[in-house]
């Protein structure tokens, strides 16, 4: 199981066995802070405490601090993992929502015979389990956690359809049978003698307007806003490994990387690269230019999309669970390319959901006048006259929205944006599933988010669909495994706590404003970019995923997958391949699944 890890620890590992309570404990580190006492399993003096943990700690001087104050003797110099330890010592189960960070870390407490697992507030670090009567077994990973001979590996049908509707299994449910991922924000203890399970919410990321804040100045805000994005960067640029940046040329990466060069005064950063032959994908110029303004070594590598598609069975066999976003294979490129330099990087990823920074926001208003005054017969219509446009290969093209857009009215407001964002619309979902989900079921997420919070405006609903669901189980868990394929760890700036309690409590009209997206935070950032940055058009970091699956042949002797019609996928290929469809969604979807290298189909 821990050799499995090794890609994500590639320095060391570390063992812990009890023979008599049959406990067995093992660890895979990259050392990035205190790296001579830093190794794990790491154990108090009195060895009743012990721990396994993946991540960053960003607060851990303050909470060393407080700990000492209360009686706590270190035995390392600055290590966050000894501050988890005495820090569960002295609040218990009360530690989570202590720390600042991304983690997932299992604790063992032999004084009170239990163990005790918790993941950060969005999930930025995996964390697997299976409990059974005679069993709990936990992993960062779960082709690491297959390898236990308790685990018999089964494709569930439900995670499968999960999939299917939304591109990414949402958490708690994964692609195999019995196997969960404990939920963002959520702990977990285990009783070690009964193997009794209980699992709660610490945290959850639940959007509460101040109405204080409704007529408060915008030049304010946006300066409270940028001192909170200083200071997020300046807790995570603490690394005693060589650190960089990922630059795109956007909004979230050009303030990084800014906001970096400010608080590194003499140092130079490094910041990192890719760009792409293909003009409509290519941001290396924007990226050039905030280097410049930054005054950073800057790595830029061009990449040629076509040569990267040769690539596509390799990133797909090493991750972990499928995954329908594409955008995958250049973080991949991306990531390796950054690991050849440096062990950390920071990114910008959280910063679109939390400030309203997709396309479905500004899709919003005139998707519900289209919904209130054009009748049932007019939309099927439209829907057949979009579908029969032709169809482009274009990052992001006019005939692709429109044919998402319209196919996502066609169902109740609370599934709009799974719908829009979906490998399968849920009534494609009946022709290749053999026993589908109803719909309430298939999107029994998405539903419960939309209507748990109905006291805010749509923008916010939707906001926190992004954050609670996209962001979790698609963005930081693509980010996670493409980086930690070469050993890379990544660090979220947007993520940090206080600057996710501020965004929480600001009405929506400080996120979108008169059709501008991500409004404060582009105020904010005034002062740090360059102009030509701040009013961009935004450009996802994607590749020309239709043309591809064009050009890729069938799979061939495909493996059957339980409860699923074969020749509807291969209808699938048929139809893309023609022009006759656009399918691109669905077939990265099965390619994923073909090449995964978990689960017994």
Known sequence: MTDALAHRGPDGEGFYFDEEKHIYLGHRRLSVRDIEGGAQPMWDASNETGIVFNGEIYNFPELRAELEALGAVFQTSHSDTEVLIHGYRHWGTDLARRLNGMFAFAIIDKIRGRLYLARDRFGEKPLFYTAKSDLFAFSSELKSLEKHSGIDGNISNFGLQKLFAYGYIPAPNSLLENVFKLPAGQQMTVELDTLDTKISKYWEFLITPDDNLTAAKDDELAEHLQELILQSVSRRLVSDVPLGVFLSGGVDSSAILCAAAKNAKDRKVSSFTIGFEQASYDESGYAQLVAEHAGSIHHLRMLNLA????????????????????????????????????????????????????????????????????????????????????????????????????????????????????????????????????????????????????????????????????????????????????????????????????????????????????????????????????????????????????????????????????????????????????NRFFLWNWLALQNSPTGRF
């Open 307 to 582: 040569n990267a598609q040769e690539l596509i069975p390799e990133v797909l066999g090493q991750l972990d669970e499928p995954i329908g976003d594409a955008s995958v294979l250049p973080t991949y490129l991306l990531s390796k390319f950054t690991r050849e330099n440096v062990t950390v990087a920071l990114s910008g990823d959280g910063a679109d959901e939390l400030f309203a920074g997709y396309d479905p926001f500004l899709a919003l208003k005139p998707a519900q006048a289209y919904k209130k005054y054009v009748p049932d017969l007019a939309h099927k219509l439209f829907t057949g006259l979009a579908n029969a446009l032709p169809k482009s290969g274009r990052n992001m093209s006019f005939d692709f929205k429109l044919r998402r857009t319209l196919a996502g009215l066609s169902y109740q407001e609370s599934v709009w944006a799974p719908v829009w964002m979906a490998p399968l619309f849920p009534d494609q979902m009946k022709e290749f599933f053999e026993e589908p989900l109803p719909l309430e079921d298939l999107y029994s997420e998405a539903m419960e988010i939309w209507d748990s919070n109905s006291a805010v405006d749509r923008t916010d609903r939707l906001l926190t669909f992004f954050t609670n669901l996209y962001l979790q189980n698609d963005i930081l868990t693509k980010v996670d495994r493409a980086s930690m394929m070469s050993s890379l760890e990544t660090r979220a700036i947007f993520l940090d706590n206080d600057i996710v309690d501020f965004c929480i409590k600001l009405p929506s009209h400080f996120k979108i404003r008169n059709g501008q997206r991500k409004y404060l935070l582009k105020k904010a950032l005034e002062p740090l970019l360059p102009s030509q940055t701040i009013n961009r058009k935004k450009k996802g970091f994607g590749i020309p995923l239709a043309d591809w699956m064009r050009k890729t042949p069938e799979v061939q002797s495909p493996r059957p997958v339980p409860g699923v019609d074969m020749y509807y996928a291969a209808s699938q290929w048929t139809e893309h391949h023609s022009g006759k469809s656009d």
